[in-house]
C-alpha cells in the first residue's frame, strides 16, 4: 500500500478521489451553491480508507491520462478499469472511483446505460461522502430520462430534491417534462412552476410547459393569466393571441374573444381566409354587421377571401342583416347564378322586396321556385304580395291558392284571400250604393218632370241623357228579372 507517499505526490489520490470528476459531470449538470458549499463540508471529512494502493492507483491514472487527451481515449480507459474491476482485493473506495470515471468514459462513448451502471455501481460501494452522491445522483437521474425511463428518472431527481439537493430552472424543467411523457400532469404542475418561477429571462419555454400543465388540468383561470403575462413580453406573437382568444371562448366569454380577434386583425395578423370568415362573423353575431360586412367585401376585393358561393352568401346575409339591401342585391345575384339550387334567389327576391322592387322580386322568386328551395309556399306567398302591391289583387290571388296548398303557408294565404275578397265586396257595395243614389237622383228628375207638365222654366224638368241611360237599364233589368221568373214557373 502507498497511502502516504500517493497522498503526497501533487495531492493526486485527493484529485482523483474528491475532486477529478467534477468537470466531467459539469458536462450534463451544474450543481447550484448549496450544493457546492455541502460536497466542501465533505471533502474536509476524513481521508481514512480513502487510499489506493500501489496498482490500482498506477491504473487510475493511465485511465485519468487517456481520458484526459485530445482527444480523449476512452476505449483505454474503459479498457484499464475493466480490468482493474476485474480484481478481487480492490477496496471499496478503489471500486467507486474505477466506477466512476469508467461511467464518465462510457458517457464519453454514448453509452448512457453504461454511464448509470457505473455510476450507480459507485454509489452502491459505500465509499463515497454525501457531497460525492450528490454529484452523482442528479446525473443518473437525467441519464434515465435521456433514456426515455421517464418516471425512474423524475422519482430519482424529486429524491435527490426531498434529500436538500438544489436545483436550477432546467432541472425542475426537465423534471416536469418527464411527467408528462408519463401522462402524469399533477406531478408535472409543481415542477413547472418552479421552472417558470426560478427561471430570469423567462424563455418561450417556461410559458409553453406551464400553459400545456394548467391546460390538461383544466384550469383555464391560471391559464389565461400565464398567456396574458406572456403576450406582454411577445406582442407580436399570433400564437399568444390565437391561444388568449381561444380560451375566452372556452369559458364561454365570446365577447372577449370578438376583442382579441379585433385587435388581432387591426395589427395585421389575420391573414388566412378562414381567420377573416371569423372576424366577419363575429361582427355578425354580436350586432355590428355593417362593420363585418366592410371587412369582408374589403377582403374579397383585395382577394384574401374568395368569392365562393358560401362566402358571397355571407356578405349577402350581413349586408341583409345590417338593412343595406341595395348592397346585398349584386352579392346575391353574383352567388345565386352560381348557385345549385334556388335558396339565394329566394333571398335575392326578398331583399328586392325589401327595396319595394316588386317585379324584379317577382322574377327571383319564380327563379328560385324553378331551381328547388325548400319551403316554395312562403315564396308562393311573396309572389302574391308582389301581385297584390302592384294593383293586380285577381292574380295575386291565384297565388295566394297555390301557396295554400302547403300546410306551412296555408293560414297566411288563406288570410289574404279572405281580405282581398273582402276588399272585393266592399268595392262591390260601395258600387251598388253609389249607382243607387244615382237611380235615386234620375227618378226624382223623372218624377218633376212628370208633376210639372208643360209648366217648367228652360232647364228644370228636364232628364239628364244620363239619366235617361240609366232609367231605360232599369226598366230593362226589370223586364229580364220578370223573364226569369216566368222560366223558373
Known sequence: MIATQLLRKDGLVKQLGLMAFTALLAVIFVTGPADAQRRNRDDTQKTEGRVLSTEAGEAIITAQEALSAEPADYATTISVLTKLLGKEKLSPYERAISYQIRGGANYGLGNNMGTIRDWEAAIATGAFNQGEIDTLTPNIGQLYIAEEQYVKGATILEKWLASGGKANDKIHLMIAQSWLQADNYRKALPHGQSAFRMSNPKKKKHFDILNYIYHELKMPAKQAALLEQEVSIWPDDKKIWKAIASLKQQANKSREAFEVNKIMYLNGMLEKE????????????????????????????????TRAKKNLELLANMWRQAREYDRAIPVLTAAADISPDGGLFEKLGEAYYSEEQYDKAETAFRKALSKGIKKPGNAYVLIANSLYERDRPRDAIVEFRKAAQYPYARKTANGWVKFINGEFEVNRKQKAFKAQVKLDECKNQADRKKRMGAEFLEGVGEISQECQTILAQEIEDKKAKKAARKAKA
Open 274 to 305: 378562414r381567420e377573416l370568415l371569423a372576424l366577419a362573423q363575429y361582427y355578425s353575431y354580436y350586432e355590428v354587421p355593417y362593420r363585418g360586412a366592410s371587412i369582408l367585401e374589403r377582403e374579397m376585393n383585395a382577394g384574401r377571401v
